[in-house]
């Protein structure tokens, strides 16, 4: 395995990955505008995770930047170079697909030779490079098999072994995972995320789903309708949810009638920080406040105005589901420990932790 | 900015992916265009056959005369005994088709799995037994046919089954194979119903587009036979045309080409009904 | 049969159980007996009769003698004949099919082109022969259309070198004429099962469109083009109606020299030769099918 990021450093001196500019995309397929002016940066070695919902344009992006799809107008930069016209077999990148990605007709070994194979390097190297490919992605063992052989979670593994073995200057891989078990789905995630940093490849990661995004991303940019909501660290797009679309699309939310006071908004008698200040409406002006379900605490007690409505399990903690007068739900996260005192219709009080909140 | 990345561009940015897709569009054209010619020319060639009057003139007369039943069993007595003998083997042959298949191949799904590979293996024998060969065989079974049931036509619809048999299985089969059946059948078992209802209540309706297909694959494959006919010494619309063709080749023309806008016709109505199957989304598309 | 019942099994040593579990078995397969007897009946006695004809002498004692004749030089001629007239129109047919599936699968999904084309291809690969004979005497016979066309406007006469529709050149002619769209019929499902994805990863991994061609598309589709060749060589090599209606001058293939053994009933003996034609054909054609059926299982793992 050291091996890799030894070759790795040695092709490419001490520079381990370029710098990526998606600068003012558009892309318009009929009447669908699936680019509206995308602008993104990759920093040398980054991982950034595309995230949004279906049909937002994350694969048209992820494609624009491969070179399989054109634009309407905007620029690819990799490097400060312009590649915006340079053809997908000339740009250098690494894809993983989905799913089915993987020649049928070729073993797991010579899948991964394949792009060595098309830049004519000899057989020595080529099968060297491809064993050290596969182990890195562990399966080793499974060099000879063929795709149909091998379940869903090793395919994936193949081709990122594959995409990998060319030493791409870009990693791109549009919803690798979501073809999988949930369970797979986690433990390959994690080990995308080891063998990214291992070998240092600037990368671009496209999801649907939120967890998978804030997981492997050192960025996270959210989507909606062909261009960036917000981009930053998982951290601040989960706590700092920049728009009502981010803090909804993120992470499960509490929707709660508040009032806003300097700076703050006033939620079920807790002052709570905004995310936006400046933004935001003029003071005594009614809204509605996400907040976080572990913002939320629950304790039991007796003159409490909540009563427990509902409680999931979900392991190390769960939610309990508060009814408030008015008809208010709240949804809180509390450690399963605490489970044995908040029995459904326990009556309960209610407070919310004052972290940055955003208004719907 | 994203104005004047546009304004600025090179002329050949819009180019590489759309040149490539104008290249794949000649490249159809030429292709549809030439087959095309190939086989449009001999379709077009025999409508002018058909419609060629004396003096080179347009005539109609022959598709007139096809048109007029009457006319036609006076004019051409053998022809209008093809035609009824096709019209009454199509539709014995459907039946026999459907009622020895469609029950056969869902009970072998249901009670008889171990089997489904025999059946499989039988009903597609016919594919490597052409026939020329198949008639040479059924000269003698055909002599026990005519002694219990005579020499009627009609009676050729028991080697046009055979005949189906590969393709009208292959489609029941695609049928079935897109269903689950047992779930299908345990759980209307479980409903308290008996197997025949649930073979005709719950798992032919679900079928239902892929026997109609089966039915106009028989269609226009009994159509079109003439081999067994032919050699076996009875009548069939194909074997009067050929008959026709050696005294009247225009009407014998006019005929083929009415049969062959028929036949047509049925599979464009197949294509209709199988396209409303693939409608449903397929299992892998998740 | 409503009153037939599956019971969950019983503890192994209830032989009442075990008892009604085969009577349940025997009951169930009663429900298959009219299919296989009716092929037994029609399918399985002809084939028999066919087999054992052809090793039946006029006596009816076993005899290698019809079996033998096959050696004969007209019947020799005739099976050359036959598989030259398969070989070539399969090669011809699968070239030019495999082009105009290409064009259809790159065609809109659903739309009319490819309905149409699909819908005829049906009509012209499987209804076929007699009316195919005399769509051809209506183009290119002698009073045919395009030779008359040729001749007035151009001078042209086609036959100036014989008579060639109604030989051997004019059923190639026609055969591939029904060989392309059966090509299309065969081979659209494995253009289908062709993943755009492949031709992606390919070009990200730095592949030319020839390329992909030669390293990915080439070699996936090369068994079921193979196979779809094959099926289209038994396709031509069993096709009796077309010739029947086309040729009427001696019988240059084998359907013909059976229909000849079959209808000649001044030569004695050549009822079981003809059947000794006809298993020769037959171990052609299964020897075929059983190649295109291990093609087959192929494309199915790799397209399916
Ligand atoms: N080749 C195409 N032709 C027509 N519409 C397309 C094409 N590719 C994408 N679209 C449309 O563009 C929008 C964005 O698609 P996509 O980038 O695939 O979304 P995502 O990957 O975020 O789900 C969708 O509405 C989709 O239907
Ligand atoms: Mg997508």
């Known amino acids: 395995m050291t091996g890799s990021i030894e070759m790795a450093a040695t092709a490419r001196g001490d520079q381990r990955g370029v710098a990526v500019r998606l600068d003012g995309l558009r892309r318009r397929f009929g009447a669908v505008q699936a680019l509206d002016g995308l602008d993104l940066d990759l920093a040398p070695g980054e991982l950034v995770a595309l995230l949004g919902p279906s049909g937002c344009g994350k694969t048209t992006a992820l494609r624009v930047l491969a070179g399989l799809e054109e634009t309407d107008s905007g620029r690819v930069l990799v490097d400060g170079r312009d590649i915006t016209t340079t053809p997908a ?8 697909f989905q799913a089915y990605s993987l020649f049928p007709h070729l073993t797991a070994q010579e899948n991964v030779e394949f792009g060595l194979r098309l ?40 081709a990122l072994a594959r995409a990998l073995a060319i030493e791409p200057q870009v990693l791109l891989l549009d919803e690798p995972l979501s073809a999988l078990d949930a369970k797979v789905r986690v433990q390959l995630r994690d080990e995308i995320r080891r063998i990214q940093v291992e070998v240092g490849t600037t990368t671009l990661f496209v999801t649907h789903d939120q967890e998978e995004a804030l997981a492997v991303a050192d960025r996270v940019g959210v989507m909606r309708d062909g261009r960036l909501e917000q981009v930053g660290p998982p951290a601040d797009i989960y706590l700092r949810p920049a728009t009502p679309f981010v803090a909804d699309f993120v992470g499960l939310s509490n929707r709660l009638p508040g009032r806003v006071v300097t700076g703050a908004v006033e939620v079920l008698g807790s002052r709570l920080p905004l995310v936006d200040p400046v933004g935001a409406p003029k003071d005594a002006a009614d809204v509605t406040a996400l907040v976080r379900p572990e913002a939320v605490d629950v304790a039991a007690d007796p003159d409490g105005t909540g009563r427990v409505l ?25 450690a399963s420990a605490r489970l044995a005192e908040l029995a459904s219709g326990t009556a309960v009080r209610v407070e919310l932790h004052p972290v940055p909140t955003a208004l719907a | 900015m994203a104005g004047l990345a546009t304004g600025g561009l090179p002329p050949r940015r819009q180019g590489l992916m759309r040149r490539r897709a104008r290249r794949q569009r000649a490249f159809r054209w030429v292709v549809v265009t030439v087959l095309g010619v190939f086989f449009l020319l001999p379709l077009l060639a025999m409508l002018e056959f058909t419609t060629r009057g004396a003096g080179g003139r347009l005539s109609f007369d022959t598709w007139r005369l096809l048109f007029d039943w009457g006319r036609l069993r006076a004019t051409y007595p053998d022809l209008s005994v093809g035609i009824t003998d096709s019209a009454g083997l199509v539709v014995l042959t459907v039946l026999l088709m459907l009622v020895l298949l469609v029950p056969t191949v869902i009970w072998v799904r249901l009670r008889l799995p171990r089997l489904r590979r025999v059946v499989e293996f039988i009903c597609l024998l016919p594919l490597t037994i052409p026939a020329i060969v198949l008639v040479v065989g059924l000269a003698p079974v055909y002599a026990w046919v005519t002694y219990f049931l005579g020499g009627s036509s009609l009676t050729l619809t028991f080697a046009y089954t055979i005949l189906v048999l590969p393709y009208a299985y292959r489609a029941i089969d695609a049928g079935l194979s897109s269903i689950d059946v047992r779930t299908l059948a345990e759980a209307a078992r479980g409903l308290g119903a008996g197997w025949g209802t649930v073979m005709w209540r719950v798992v032919l309706p679900n079928i239902r587009s892929a026997v109609m297909s089966a039915a106009f694959l028989t269609v226009a494959l009994v159509l079109g036979e003439f081999t067994i006919a032919s050699l076996l010494n009875r009548s069939n619309l194909q074997v009067a045309i050929n008959l026709l063709g050696k005294s009247s080749a225009g009407m014998s023309v006019a005929v083929s080409l009415a049969a062959l806008v028929l036949a047509f016709v049925l599979l464009m109505l197949l294509s209709l009904v199988g396209g409303r199957r693939r409608g449903i989304p397929k299992e892998n598309n998740s | 049969m409503a009153a037939v019942v599956t019971r969950p099994a019983e503890p192994a040593s209830d032989n009442r159980g075990r008892l009604s579990r085969v009577l349940t078995r025997g009951r169930s397969l009663l429900g298959v007996v009219p299919f296989f007897a009716f092929v037994a009946v029609f399918l399985a006695v002809p084939t028999l009769e066919v087999t054992i004809g052809a090793f039946t002498g006029d006596d009816g004692q076993p005899t290698l003698s019809n079996v033998g004749a096959l050696m004969n030089g007209y019947i020799v001629d005739a099976f050359i004949s036959s598989i030259l007239l398969s070989a070539v129109t399969a090669v011809l047919g699968a070239v030019f099919g495999a082009l105009l599936a290409y064009v259809l699968v790159t065609a809109k999904e659903g739309g009319l082109l490819r309905r149409v084309v699909t819908a005829a291809s049906g009509v012209l690969a499987q209804f076929g022969g007699v009316t195919l004979a005399f769509a051809f005497m209506a183009t290119i016979g002698l009073p045919g259309f395009v030779t008359l066309f040729l001749r007035d406007n151009f001078g042209i006469n086609i036959y100036s070198g014989g008579v060639w529709l109604y030989e051997m050149p004019g059923l190639v002619l026609v055969y591939t004429y029904f060989q392309i769209p059966l090509m299309v019929i065969v081979f659209l499902p494995a253009l289908d099962g062709v993943r755009p994805q492949w031709r992606e990863a390919t070009e990200s991994l730095g592949g030319s469109t020839w390329q992909y061609w030669r390293r990915v598309a080439g070699p996936l589709l090369a068994p ?8 289209l060589f038994a396709n031509a090599f069993s096709a009796y109606a077309t010739a029947a209606a086309l040729v009427s001058q001696g019988s240059p293939i084998v ?32 020897v075929v099918m059983w190649l295109y059926a291990l093609l087959q299982r192929r494309t199915a793992k790799w397209l399916g």
């Open chain 1, 119 to 158: 830049r004519k390097r000899a057989a020595g190297e080529r099968r060297r490079r491809a064993a050290e490919m596969l182990e890195l992605v562990g399966i080793g063992a499974h060099a000879g098999r063929y795709p149909h052989q091998l379940s869903g979670g090793q395919q994936q593994r193949v």
């Open chain 1, 310 to 334: 509902a409680v999931s399990f979900l392991g190390p903690t769960s939610r309990v589901t508060v009814e408030l007068p008015d008809d208010v739900l709240v949804v809180a996260q509390v």
């Open chain 3, 255 to 286: 359907p013909l020299q059976i229909r000849s053994a079959l209808t000649s009933e001044v030569v004695l003996g050549q009822q079981n030769l003809g059947k000794a034609m006809a298993l020769g054909m037959v171990v052609v054609v299964a």
């Open chain 3, 224 to 231: 079921a083009f193979l196979g779809s060749t094959l099926l």
């Open chain 1, 89 to 96: 077999n000339r740009r250098d990148m690494g894809m993983v």
